[in-house]
Nanobody, 127 residues
Framework: QVQLVESGGGLVQAGDSLRLSCAAS????????MGWFRQAPGQEREFVAA????????YNVDSVKGRFTISRDNTKKLLYLQMSSLKPEDTAVYFC????????????????????WGQGTQVTVSS
Protein backbone atom coordinates (compact mmCIF):
# COMPACT_ATOMS: atom_id res chain seq x y z
CA GLN A 1 0.00 0.00 0.00
CA VAL A 2 1.12 3.56 -0.62
CA GLN A 3 -0.13 6.94 0.50
CA LEU A 4 0.32 9.95 -1.74
CA VAL A 5 0.49 13.62 -0.79
CA GLU A 6 0.68 16.34 -3.42
CA SER A 7 2.17 19.78 -2.89
CA GLY A 8 3.34 22.78 -4.87
CA GLY A 9 0.07 24.11 -6.22
CA GLY A 10 -0.86 27.77 -6.13
CA LEU A 11 -2.01 30.86 -7.96
CA VAL A 12 0.19 31.96 -10.85
CA GLN A 13 -0.08 34.11 -13.93
CA ALA A 14 -0.23 32.87 -17.50
CA GLY A 15 3.25 32.08 -18.76
CA ASP A 16 4.61 31.24 -15.31
CA SER A 17 6.09 27.96 -14.18
CA LEU A 18 5.22 25.71 -11.26
CA ARG A 19 6.51 22.41 -9.99
CA LEU A 20 4.22 19.94 -8.31
CA SER A 21 5.52 17.22 -6.03
CA CYS A 22 3.94 14.01 -4.86
CA ALA A 23 5.43 12.35 -1.79
CA ALA A 24 4.83 8.63 -1.37
CA SER A 25 4.90 6.60 1.81
CA UNK A 26 5.73 2.92 2.00
CA UNK A 27 8.77 0.98 0.91
CA UNK A 28 7.85 -0.05 -2.61
CA UNK A 29 7.52 3.24 -4.50
CA UNK A 30 9.62 1.93 -7.37
CA UNK A 31 7.12 -0.88 -7.95
CA UNK A 32 4.42 1.59 -9.00
CA UNK A 33 3.76 3.25 -12.28
CA MET A 34 2.84 6.86 -11.54
CA GLY A 35 0.57 9.39 -13.15
CA TRP A 36 -0.69 12.93 -12.90
CA PHE A 37 -4.32 13.74 -13.58
CA ARG A 38 -6.27 16.97 -13.26
CA GLN A 39 -9.88 17.90 -12.78
CA ALA A 40 -11.42 21.28 -13.45
CA PRO A 41 -14.79 22.26 -11.95
CA GLY A 42 -17.62 20.48 -13.74
CA GLN A 43 -15.18 18.43 -15.81
CA GLU A 44 -14.12 14.81 -15.76
CA ARG A 45 -10.74 13.84 -14.43
CA GLU A 46 -8.22 14.22 -17.25
CA PHE A 47 -4.93 12.46 -17.83
CA VAL A 48 -1.90 14.75 -17.84
CA ALA A 49 1.26 12.64 -17.71
CA ALA A 50 2.57 9.28 -16.59
CA UNK A 51 5.88 7.58 -15.97
CA UNK A 52 6.95 3.96 -15.75
CA UNK A 53 8.37 2.38 -12.60
CA UNK A 54 11.96 2.93 -13.67
CA UNK A 55 11.31 6.39 -15.03
CA UNK A 56 12.58 5.42 -18.47
CA UNK A 57 9.33 6.01 -20.34
CA UNK A 58 6.95 8.94 -19.99
CA TYR A 59 3.61 9.78 -21.53
CA ASN A 60 1.91 13.15 -21.88
CA VAL A 61 -1.42 14.35 -23.13
CA ASP A 62 -1.04 16.42 -26.31
CA SER A 63 -2.20 19.63 -24.66
CA VAL A 64 0.82 19.71 -22.32
CA LYS A 65 3.56 18.34 -24.58
CA GLY A 66 6.52 20.66 -24.63
CA ARG A 67 5.27 22.45 -21.50
CA PHE A 68 4.96 19.82 -18.76
CA THR A 69 7.58 17.26 -17.72
CA ILE A 70 6.98 14.32 -15.42
CA SER A 71 9.85 12.80 -13.48
CA ARG A 72 10.47 10.71 -10.39
CA ASP A 73 13.13 10.11 -7.80
CA ASN A 74 12.76 6.56 -6.54
CA THR A 75 15.36 6.98 -3.80
CA LYS A 76 13.41 9.88 -2.32
CA LYS A 77 10.00 8.41 -3.20
CA LEU A 78 8.97 11.57 -4.99
CA LEU A 79 7.06 12.23 -8.18
CA TYR A 80 7.27 15.60 -9.92
CA LEU A 81 5.39 17.55 -12.53
CA GLN A 82 7.32 20.51 -13.87
CA MET A 83 4.89 22.87 -15.56
CA SER A 84 5.94 25.81 -17.69
CA SER A 85 4.19 28.28 -19.99
CA LEU A 86 1.06 27.80 -17.94
CA LYS A 87 -2.27 28.75 -19.45
CA PRO A 88 -5.60 29.60 -17.82
CA GLU A 89 -6.97 26.32 -19.20
CA ASP A 90 -4.44 24.46 -17.04
CA THR A 91 -6.43 25.57 -13.98
CA ALA A 92 -7.56 22.47 -12.10
CA VAL A 93 -6.98 20.29 -9.08
CA TYR A 94 -3.98 18.09 -9.84
CA PHE A 95 -3.82 14.55 -8.51
CA CYS A 96 -1.01 12.05 -8.45
CA UNK A 97 -1.83 8.37 -8.70
CA UNK A 98 -0.07 5.02 -8.42
CA UNK A 99 -0.77 1.82 -10.29
CA UNK A 100 0.83 -1.60 -10.35
CA UNK A 101 -0.21 -3.14 -13.65
CA UNK A 102 -0.48 -1.51 -17.04
CA UNK A 103 -1.65 -3.24 -20.20
CA UNK A 104 -0.06 -1.24 -22.96
CA UNK A 105 0.62 2.46 -23.32
CA UNK A 106 -3.05 3.46 -23.38
CA UNK A 107 -3.49 2.10 -19.85
CA UNK A 108 -1.38 4.90 -18.48
CA UNK A 109 -4.01 7.43 -19.47
CA UNK A 110 -6.96 5.72 -17.82
CA UNK A 111 -7.87 6.64 -14.22
CA UNK A 112 -9.13 3.09 -13.66
CA UNK A 113 -5.57 1.79 -14.11
CA UNK A 114 -4.50 3.45 -10.86
CA UNK A 115 -5.30 2.16 -7.40
CA UNK A 116 -3.96 4.85 -5.11
CA TRP A 117 -4.69 8.54 -5.32
CA GLY A 118 -3.60 11.64 -3.49
CA GLN A 119 -5.95 14.35 -2.23
CA GLY A 120 -4.97 16.82 -4.94
CA THR A 121 -3.43 20.26 -5.08
CA GLN A 122 -5.07 23.30 -6.65
CA VAL A 123 -3.39 25.07 -9.55
CA THR A 124 -4.94 28.34 -10.67
CA VAL A 125 -3.59 30.23 -13.66
CA SER A 126 -4.80 33.78 -14.13
CA SER A 127 -4.81 35.51 -17.50
Amino acid sequence: QVQLVESGGGLVQAGDSLRLSCAASGRTFNSYHMGWFRQAPGQEREFVAAITRSGEITYNVDSVKGRFTISRDNTKKLLYLQMSSLKPEDTAVYFCAAGTTMFGSKSYGRPASYIYWGQGTQVTVSS
